[in-house]
DNA sequence: CGGTATCCAAAGGGATACTG
DNA sequence: CAGTATCCCTTTGGATACCG
């Protein structure tokens, strides 16, 4: 292997036109990436939850902070319009009242929620696995 | 659709056994569940890059921290510390003068992070529709 | 109902110094 | 090289109160 080029494992996962760094043109790995930001909304401790609820249906804020379990207004709530604001949470408010707003996903936050919930469903999957090596760490090493 | 049943759109994706409830014994929507924490570990901000990094061949403490842009030395070590917990990372020492220490996926861990991967090349493959989307909402709400 | 504003405690996380 | 320990500032995030 090339031990001078960092990256030369890198292969286009979906790159679309002949160029060959058109995959590393939004690279995560570096720190001042606007990727890297989007990439945390999305894995975030509540964006991850959030993405995953709505991928089951819309739903409404006061029944996402239902099914988000621990979540609280605020958080919800910035977490929404981070996601709104990313383009993957559609937002629609009817001016009725009492106001009844719904949020879902949009095509493209589908298209992420599918690969975070493959992520979200194996790890849940694995976790007696997990399990497992925190206990067999904890008894060798500190209880941490 | 059964609009008394939140769960029922639900579905194994990796069921093993012919339990239909065995995908909700580790559900992280639960507050209380430790697959949560696992998830975090995982998406986590730097829990991510270094699965990542690691996914393209096994790395030294400072090549992980060279490439993981950004990355401190005490969250690098506490990150490693817990991905090792949890049975996704292999750390192998050699007692030489000086040390030399590399840290490489586990089976387990090489899984998490094909699917981690997956998301990951997918956001960055689709920044370019995000950065659009971040504009439009930032020209017509304030600007964050 | 669907939020925003404010306050405050707790955790996150960087810089530096130091050890084996 | 591969970390740990300490200090200290910054961010996160919960609770509460309030508004349309």
Redesign the interface.
Known sequence: MDETS?RS??KG??AVEGDPDA?L???????AC??RR???D????WG??TL??LH??SLRFNELRR????VSEKMLSQTLHSL?????VHREAQPTNPPRVDYELTP?GR??AE?????????????P??????Q???VTRGT?
């Open positions: 960092p494992a890198r996962a979906t995959d043109a939004f690279d995560v790995f570096a720190k606007p990727s989007t990439l945390e999305v894995t975030g401790r991850s939850l995953g609820a089951e249906g099914r988000v379990d621990g709104e604001r990313d383009g993957l493209l298209e992420v690969r975070l919930l493959a992520l979200i469903h194996f790890v849940e999957d694995r976790m696995s997990v399990l497992d090596a925190q067999s760490y904890d941490r």
